[in-house]
């Protein structure tokens, strides 16, 4: 579990992302994007279900072995004695620092409820009260005792982190806390009159209305926000999820605390008291959940669930997606009017016992899907980027909360069509004759879905029809069961979450152990992007092995990314074997795994090494990352006989030639054998493959051109990047870069035209030659789009960065934060670079005699 940082506590970003309600999402909007009017989070006819097994979580048993196995709702087996005890230690301290902050937060929503409750009462007894006292002690009954139990917990344990050693004791606060959910007991069964209650007066009593709409939630102790507005039904929902949050902390502690630990017993008497709590909660709750049963008179429960992208009559729509021990069941949410509660609406079920994935010889071709042009979703990416900027303004400027909401809002809808974006075909089949077709954005996310139903189907499973009763009760369950609340966007999370990592991420994929038997095996690389995960490196394939070492080091652009995912796969030569589905042979996927990119580890100088598991596999693999401000920082070669690092136009002149000859041989060797290769320029070469040929260019070796030959075709695309890169000025040169940015800005087509076609005619000449040679190059590289994925907006976002960028001072000048560098430098650098891909071809001799362009000094 990597941890993210939280007012300077670690934070348990898995157990954030399982409870975070209230924020635009799933809950706000049909399955559609359509805006839903906010209804509670479950209703004021049923009480919501605590989830005493968590582990149903994808989130959760994402983090067990290769995310198909669940964590055990049993107590788990402390670390043996002596064992790890420095690292239990020190998971133990971060576990309880991100309990720590999530508590604080908890204890200011609690403050935050009891505001009003004082001058309610006060006003009581007077001849015009707000409400009664009746109805303030039914609204507020328990919420002062919840209160102080936790404000005494937290001020108990607070001294005990922040003073962490070996020998420090807690297990006896977690008892003590255990001991005293009585009180929640008390809470939650008056819950449901506290909800009816405080909704008739908010009916019959304006004031109390405009009370309980805008309760002001302190901010924690460094935000920037002081306060945030949250309605009185959000926050009586919050001691109903506490108490499985303090589940799932003791469910950690024990994990990393040695069974000879003074605390071992009373963690593990702590959750066996928290856990038959929430058992016999959710039976007085709810009844109908054990009535939904299998037709084998098994408890029919739900094993996973998500978002997904179905093909439907030729169109995108996002499904929340719901696996059941026994049933695929897709729904969409129902639209619904003011003051109803939200439910599914089921658009197709099918028993496991039924369905079947078609091999990929099998599958017949997809229906016509209209793929996203790339312009619309570059476009889409500049909106989503120019109103996160718009909203770090109002805030920075504390402007009103419902402008920041209106753009958090155009957010969503812009951020909800790109999720849309996925490609890769997930399509089931039902032996009865319907198939369906998921796409989904990754791999990783296919296999995950395949192989929790797979495993589910080894089960005796029957066939079976639900009638209409049945169908309405299993649909109904799923508002109230799901684990995965929020459409995945960005905009859902909280402001004080971490908001990625913009730059360079640097991973050495060392080995792998594990597997049982010899076979051709390779790893990929994905990381998150803008919601949906995008492949970044592949290891070149290691033959007929057990133990393949690759040490093969990548670098990989973020682009405010949180996650690091690989996945081994066994190599398929068999040519029949192809997808209809998107015509590429299907590779088998030996094991998978993903990891947090916290900050905190991720940011330092030095290598960061990590054993990932997957499946039984273990694959060894370091990373560090480069801000991309320090990245990008051109530092001019002392060794002024190369070609890195050196002024383009002193290597064109002590090379006689007009384009570099590194520019020319590396364009050559990926015209005769990489243009057809997927994802050319965008998939990342090995970096001691790239320094290998940075060495001999740089030498003028003779042995060049038959290295070029031998080596694999992503390092010299990645060598030719190295070079642009390490120019000691952009290629499009700092002094023009003002008025590139100012020239693509421009709204008139014919303004538009004589501007970027006079920058061009200003730069130096050997820049103006090769940046031409460059592009002639990229238009052929994109005239093969159907083949290697890569098209001109793919490649405009590849260069675009490399070629232009602001001078150092220029951007200390206007820039302060890494998604600012993204939203307000990167998107026109892509734009630019696109204006002249799309432009007819572009000659030197004819742009150089052409007067007609208007013509000032730049």
């Given at each position: ?345 089921c658009k197709w079920y099918i028993p496991l016992a039924d ?77 009865n004759g319907k198939s369906y077709l998921f796409l989904l ?395 002249y891909l799309q432009h007819p071809p572009i000659s030197f ?14």
């Amino acid at each position: 579990m990597e941890p993210l940082s939280h007012r300077g506590l670690p934070r348990l970003s898995w157990i954030d992302t399982l409870y975070s309600n209230f924020s635009y999402g799933a809950d706000d909007y049909d399955a559609e994007g359509n805006e839903e009017q906010k209804g509670p989070p479950e209703g004021s006819e049923t009480m919501p279900y605590i989830d005493e097994s968590p582990t149903m979580s994808p989130q959760l048993s994402a983090r067990s072995q290769g995310g198909g196995d669940s964590i055990s709702p049993t107590p788990p087996e402390g670390l043996a004695p002596g064992v790890e005890a420095g690292k239990g230690l020190e998971m133990r301290k971060l576990v309880l620092s991100g309990f720590l902050a999530s508590e604080e937060i908890y204890i200011n929503q609690l403050e935050a409820l009891l505001l009003p409750m004082k001058p309610l009462k006060a006003t009581a007894t007077t001849s015009q009260p707000v409400l009664t006292i009746q109805q303030i002690e039914t609204i507020f009954y328990k919420i002062q005792d919840i209160y102080e139990i936790h404000k005494e917990f937290y001020d108990n344990l607070c001294p005990k982190v922040q003073q962490w050693d070996s020998q420090v004791t807690m297990g006896h606060l977690f008892q003590k806390l255990a001991s005293q959910l009585g009180v929640y007991k008390a809470f939650v069964d008056n819950y449901k009159v506290a909800l009816e209650t405080a909704e008739k007066c908010s009916q019959s009593n304006n004031q109390f209305q405009k009370i309980s709409e805008e309760l002001k939630v302190k901010g924690p102790k460094d935000s920037r926000d002081s306060h945030t507005s949250v309605t009185m039904e959000a926050l009586l929902y919050k001691p109903i999820d506490r108490v499985t949050r303090s589940t799932l902390v003791l469910h950690d502690l024990l994990k990393h605390t040695p069974v000879d630990h003074p605390d071992y017993p009373l963690l593990q008497d702590a959750l066996r008291i928290s856990q038959n709590f929430l058992s016999s909660i959710n039976e007085d709750i709810d009844p109908r959940r054990t009535a939904v049963t299998t037709p084998k008179g098994e408890t029919r429960q739900l094993v996973k669930d998500g978002f997904l992208v179905e093909v439907s009559e030729g169109s995108r729509k996002l499904r929340h997606v719901f696996l059941f021990t026994d049933v695929l069941l897709c729904a969409k949410l129902k639209k619904t009017s003011a003051g109803k509660h939200q439910q599914y609406d089921c658009k197709w079920y099918i028993p496991l016992a039924d369905l079947v994935f078609p091999s990929p010889e099998e599958s017949e071709a997809s229906p016509q899907v209209h793929p996203f042009p790339d312009h619309e979703l570059e476009d889409m990416k500049m909106k989503i980027s120019a109103l996160k900027s718009e909203i770090q303004k109002e805030k920075a400027n504390k402007g009103q909360s419902r402008a920041i909401e209106r753009l958090k809002k155009k957010m969503f809808e812009n951020e909800f069509l790109l999720l849309l974006f996925p490609t890769i075909p997930l399509r089931i089949h039902n032996r009865n004759g319907k198939s369906y077709l998921f796409l989904l954005s990754s791999d990783y996310e296919r296999s995950e879905w395949r192989e929790a139903i797979q495993k589910l189907q080894k089960k005796d499973l029957q066939a079976f029809v639900l009638s209409s009763v049945e169908l309405q009760v299993l649909t109904g369950s799923c508002f109230k069961l799901r684990t995965v609340h929020n459409i995945p966007v960005t905009s859902n999370k909280d402001d004080d979450e971490s908001p990625g990592l913009y730059g360079f991420l640097h991973v050495i994929v060392h080995s792998a152990k594990g597997f049982k038997q010899s076979a051709n095996l390779y790893c990929t690389l994905e990381v998150d992007s803008f919601g949906y995960f995008v492949s970044k490196a592949k290891t070149r394939v290691f033959r007929d092995t057990t133990e393949p070492k690759w040490d093969e080091e990548f670098e990989i652009e973020l682009e405010g990314s949180q996650s690091l995912r690989i996945l081994c796969y066994e190599k398929c030569y068999d040519k029949t074997k192809v997808n209809k589905d998107n015509n590429e042979i299907v590779d088998k996927i030996m094991g998978k795994g993903q990891i947090q990119l916290d900050p905190q580890t991720v940011e330092t100088k030095n290598w960061h090494t990590d054993v990932i598991e997957m499946n039984g596999i273990k694959v060894e693999f370091s990373m560090k990352f480069t801000s991309r401000d320090m990245s990008l920082k051109r530092t001019p070669s002392k060794k002024q006989s190369g070609v890195f690092g050196v002024k383009i136009s002193v290597v064109t002149k002590r090379e006689r030639s007009k384009v570099p000859y590194i520019v020319r041989q590396c364009v050559e060797e990926v015209e005769k054998r990489g243009i057809e290769e997927v994802g050319i320029y965008r998939i990342s070469g090995v970096a001691t493959d790239i320094q290998a040929l940075k060495a001999v260019f740089d030498a003028n070796n003779k042995d060049i051109l038959l290295m070029l030959s031998d080596m694999d075709i992503n390092a010299i695309a990645g060598t030719l990047k190295l070079y642009f890169r390490e120019l000691p000025e952009p290629l499009l040169t700092d002094r023009l870069y003002p008025a590139f940015m100012e020239g693509i800005a421009l709204s008139d087509p014919a303004a538009k035209e004589n501007c970027m076609m006079h920058l061009l005619r200003s730069l130096p000449d050997p820049n103006l030659i090769t940046f031409l040679f460059l592009l002639e190059h990229l238009k052929r590289v994109a005239e093969k789009e159907p083949v290697n994925k890569m098209s001109l907006h793919n490649l405009a976002t590849v260069f675009g960065p490399t070629l232009l960028r602001p001078s150092e001072v220029e951007s200390k000048a206007h820039l302060t934060s890494a998604a600012d560098i993204w939203s307000h430098d990167v998107m026109a650098q892509v734009q630019v670079l696109l204006y002249y891909l799309q432009h007819p071809p572009i000659s030197f001799a004819e742009l150089k005699r052409n007067t007609l362009y208007f013509s000032t000094d730049v």
